[in-house]
């Protein structure tokens, strides 16, 4: 069974910073890439930072250069390092793990989302 768990979420003031985890079960071994999304009230889920499994990353432009995404794969788990967090950062952040068999995304997963709230 593939469980995606995010923790890490809270609230804090603009200018501070928050680590996500996403601890996973069940997917880490064999998925392709993991990524981090967020998405915000009446606004569309987008992405904020993935990781593959050589460890590339990219990120959105939103926040690069203030988030990392990171995995330690000894704990099948998955990080988002968020610094000089803004008002607009403010949004449920869901954990994602995606197979692909050559661009085409075969199996995608999702966890339950966790609400990060940056006050200014």
């Known amino acids: 069974q593939v469980q995606l768990v995010e923790s890490g979420g809270g609230w804090v003031q603009a200018g501070g910073s928050l680590r996500l985890s996403c601890a996973t079960s069940?997917?880490?071994?064999?998925?392709?890439?993991m990524a981090w999304y967020r998405q915000a009230p009446g606004q569309t889920r987008e992405m904020v930072a993935t990781?593959?499994?050589?460890?590339?990353?990219k990120y959105s432009d939103l926040v690069k250069g203030r988030f990392r995404i990171s995995r330690e794969n000894a704990k099948n788990t998955v990080y988002l390092q968020m610094s000089s967090l803004k008002p607009e950062d403010t949004a449920v952040y869901y954990c994602n793990a995606k197979l692909f068999s050559g661009l085409v995304v075969t199996r995608e997963y999702w966890g339950q989302g966790t609400q990060v709230t940056v006050s200014s």
């Open positions: 990781i593959d499994n050589r460890g590339v990353t």
């Open positions: 069940g997917v880490f071994e064999y998925c392709n890439a």
